[in-house]
């Protein structure tokens, strides 16, 4: 009797361990994402709570990303997390399991991906085009987790220091846009429109709106069916994504016929 009180006690008290450190996690997560900090605890899976999850360890990347890989030489820690990405964005797109486990594991994937992307983080400040692209698809992957999964409060503009550390990469990387590769214009694109979907900012959302017109123009897309064909190579789900971008997507067609 003594023993199960005593077993009992243990396992609530390590329930409620493991929850303070999510919530520690998640306090921690908010100020580093917000300042493009590394982590400063270690990340806690919140399957730790319940039975183990089962992740997706299937080599599956996103065709835009595979295809990049051979024109810029990414990290391989980076490159380890794009398949991860890949394997959330499918999770999310096909047909969802409404059940407390999936949602746990949904979760367990996206705090874990935040988690490295921060983490992956140079101290440096990107001097390379590849080192630039590298960082800016980091950037464009924790503003796509914010999209895709509203979790975290935020008071004016979220991510505003990312935003901006976008809008430095994109700038270098669009001069000569019409002589870079196809693949890295594509990945332009997707990234824009991943600054352009964050910014709360109206007049602010226009350099995105300006950017959106240039590599559409270069690539050839006239019409939201041609650019989302284009965004799908990289990672989108549409369900959540598509109704903001077509609303995007309308002020790049009033800026041509303008």
């Known amino acids: ?3 199960g009180l005593n077993r009992e006690f243990t396992s609530t008290s390590t329930i409620n361990c493991i929850l303070t450190r999510i919530e520690r996690n998640r306090a921690d997560f908010t100020g580093c994402v917000e300042t493009d900090s590394r982590p400063l605890f270690p990340y806690i899976s919140h399957s730790d709570l319940g039975p183990p999850t089962t992740n997706d360890t299937s080599p599956i990347l996103s065709s835009g990303i595979d295809s990049l890989l051979s024109v810029v030489g990414f990290d391989s820690q980076l490159v380890s997390i794009f398949y991860s990405l890949t394997n959330l964005t499918c999770r999310l797109a096909s ?5 407390v486990l999936a949602t746990h594991q949904e979760f367990d994937l ?16 990107p001097s390379t085009k590849p080192e630039i692209i590298g960082d800016a698809c980091r950037i464009g992957a924790l503003i796509y987790l914010r999209l895709i999964c509203w979790s975290f409060p935020s008071f004016g503009q979220p991510y505003r220091i990312l935003l901006e550390k976008l809008k430095t990469h994109l700038t270098r990387l669009y001069k000569n846009l019409e002589r870079l590769p196809i693949a890295l214009v594509e990945q332009l694109l997707w990234l824009t429109f991943m600054g352009g979907l964050l910014e709360i900012n109206t007049q602010a959302r226009m350099w995105f ?50």
């Open 1 to 3: 009797m003594i023993w």
């Open 95 to 99: 047909p969802r399991e409404n059940t």
């Open 110 to 125: 996206v705090m874990s991906l935040r988690y490295r992307l921060l983490s992956c983080r140079s101290t440096m400040i």
């Open 209 to 258: 709106v300006s950017k959106l017109d240039q590599a559409s123009s270069t690539l050839g897309l006239e019409n939201w069916g041609d650019v989302k064909n284009a965004l799908e190579k990289f990672w989108w789900v549409g369900r959540i994504l598509d109704g903001a971008s077509t609303s995007l997507w309308t002020k790049v067609m009033m800026i041509r016929d303008s």
